[in-house]
């Protein structure tokens, strides 16, 4: 029996994933038990949590896989450095946080509270993208598929094309810092105001509110090249292997400019981030997803040339562009997809595990990722007395009849806070620490903005749709359980399904199957018996913050904000004054 505990640390996103025996028994990010978003330090809070939900202890620990490799692409990066003798200085906190992560058994000592003698673990550590590539391919069904992972870098590397067979991954081609479209991306984000880590998506949601001005100037940031790309150096400081941001004492990350003068020159001033949102704004995010969409493509096709699968297991934070991987079904050969939902850079932590059990260990049986709720779950005399302390009257119910007043509340209008089950690993709400809406109503998106996302006006709200009607109000049929693509909509469900069409006709679909989530597809089977209409509109279960976690947590959000109803475990929770009269 193999314990594998995988971890990203001193890294965006910190995090932690337990295997054992090659089963993921457990994952989370630090963020969402530290509250500290994109958490960049040493994940203590999440090691813990996963031990605990594995059932294990430190002792029994026999592997620390690290999704980092400080001594991968060593060359590259020299050759780099000497060519940009400034960034030297990245090198140092480059350098830090690799020396606290070369002393791990120390790190688990200090911050975990544990007695380094006890710790008979071995460090494996694995290159940032094999490890996004394991992440999405050991979580297939797959026995041979494509590998692909892009973000904006990551020992080095900002994009890695594979073939996976069997236990291996064989690297065709990597692409190196400086070429990067997630830092081409990161650096138009900041230029117009959106410079808060993770941001990028806020922009992609921006994107068809603008038209085609830039197209030149775009055309000109990025060449395509036989196997690849390259960024034109012109619009860009050079940024470095530390991506152009650092980390904060708290954990935080910081994104520095990444933009040249010339990038003043051709567009005026960057947009201060508390002023309006001009059209050469959104006509810069258009260009820019534009381009992005070009690149990925690219990359894509190139990938299918050197593994010609019609299968492709993705990862990486740009993978997260969810309009670019809606549209790769009919840009490039590929005809199914497998993303892994913490694609993002917390998703190392179980990259980095299964790529130990699977590559290093030779695992023979493989487990298929069929649902995303490897996070902690309560019992229903915790949430009891929680909502108990906090005075929170409650109804107690049945299945039945919690999913009947559930299907109620939210065809009459009410902002629904559902909290059920385990919590998702990564970045989505996928109907277990969600809220809920009905998305047929025309002042839905407003009413949620107003009363507790307060997001930005051009943020699409997402619709969960059973898997078996999909095809007939979507017009692309591969299901997206991960809520990962972007489709369009059906013309005659556009009316209907107003708090969920986005300006340009699409949603960001979440399929559910009755296998990856039974509560939630029958809440949503209900609702379409009800309505006629099988989508719920959902949204994550937070207000500007990391996504809720615990019953405190839900319970805290519950009051603070103007949600109208909490449905957590068992419990149907309304505020005082909206108990009905009967
Ligand atoms: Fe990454």
Request: net charge negative.
């Amino acid at each position: 029996m193999a314990i594998i505990l995988g971890i990203n640390a001193y890294h965006a996103g910190a995090s932690a994933a337990l295997l054992i025996d090659g089963k993921p028994v457990a994952a989370i990010a630090e963020e969402r038990l530290n509250r500290v978003k994109y958490y960049a330090n040493f994940p203590a809070l999440a090691v813990r949590k996963c031990l605990q939900m594995g059932g294990v202890s430190f002792k029994d620990i026999d592997y620390v896989a690290v999704g980092r490799d400080a001594s991968a692409n060593r060359a590259k990066k020299v050759e780099y450095m000497l060519k940009h003798p400034t960034k030297l200085l990245n090198l140092v906190s480059i350098k830090k946080s690799r020396s606290a992560l070369d002393d791990l058994r120390s790190q688990f000592a200090e911050k975990c509270g544990v007695d380094p003698d006890e710790l008979r673990f071995k460090q494996i550590n694995v290159e940032h993208h094999l490890a996004h590539i394991a992440s999405a391919y050991f979580i297939s069904p797959w026995e041979k598929s494509a590998g692909f992972s892009m973000d904006g870098s990551g020992d080095f590397v900002t994009c890695m094309l594979a073939n996976c067979e069997g236990n291996k991954i064989d690297v065709k081609n990597r692409i190196y810092v400086p070429h990067s479209l997630g830092s081409l991306y990161t650096m138009v984000c900041k230029f117009i105001g959106y410079g808060t880590y993770g941001d990028e998506g806020k922009v992609m949601g921006l994107a068809p509110y603008g038209e085609d001005t830039y197209a030149e100037q775009f055309e000109d940031m990025v060449l395509m090249t036989e196997d690849g790309f390259e960024l034109n150096p012109k619009y860009f400081l050079p940024f470095g292997a530390n991506q152009g941001m650092t980390i904060t004492e708290k954990g935080s990350m910081i994104i520095h400019r990444h933009h040249s003068d010339l990038m003043n020159q051709l567009f005026g001033e960057p947009r201060d981030p508390r002023s309006e949102i001009q059209k050469r704004d959104m006509d810069l995010s258009y260009g820019l997803q534009h381009l992005f969409e070009k690149g990925y493509m690219h990359m894509l096709n190139v990938l299918h040339r050197m593994v010609p699968d019609e299968r492709v297991a993705m990862a990486g934070g740009a993978v997260l562009n969810s309009v670019a991987n809606g549209k790769l079904f009919d840009q490039t050969p590929f005809r199914e997809t497998v993303i892994q939902p913490a694609s993002g850079d917390e998703g190392l932590a179980l990259g980095a595990a299964l790529y130990v059990s699977h590559v290093m260990l030779d695992q023979q049986q493989r487990y298929e990722m069929v649902d995303s709720y490897m996070g902690p779950e309560y019992s229903d005399a915790e949430i009891k007395e929680t909502l108990d302390k906090k005075g929170i009257s409650y109804e107690r119910l049945d299945r039945d009849a919690m999913l009947r007043v559930t299907v109620d509340e939210i065809e009459k209008g009410s902002v629904v806070g559902w909290f059920q089950g385990r919590m998702e690993w990564g970045p989505r709400a996928l109907g277990n620490r969600s809220i809920l809406a009905n998305p047929t109503l025309d002042n839905m998106k407003d009413i949620l903005n107003a009363r507790i996302k307060r997001r930005e006006w051009f943020r699409p709200f997402a619709p969960s749709v059973l898997a078996e009607r999909q095809a007939e109000i979507f017009e692309h049929s591969h299901p997206s359980p991960f809520m990962m693509h972007v489709y369009k909509i059906r013309p005659e469900w556009r009316e209907r399904l107003v708090a969920v069409n986005h300006v340009d006709n699409t949603g960001r679909l979440q399929t559910v199957s009755r296998e990856e989530n039974a509560l939630y597809y029958d809440l949503i089977k209900l609702f379409g018996e009800k309505t006629g209409v099988p989508v719920i509109l959902n949204t994550s279960f937070n207000e500007n913050e990391p996504i809720v976690c615990s019953p405190d947590e839900g319970a805290e959000c519950f009051l603070r904000t103007k949600m109208d109803v909490l449905v957590i475990g068992p419990f149907v929770c309304r505020k005082p004054e909206a108990i009905p009269a009967v």
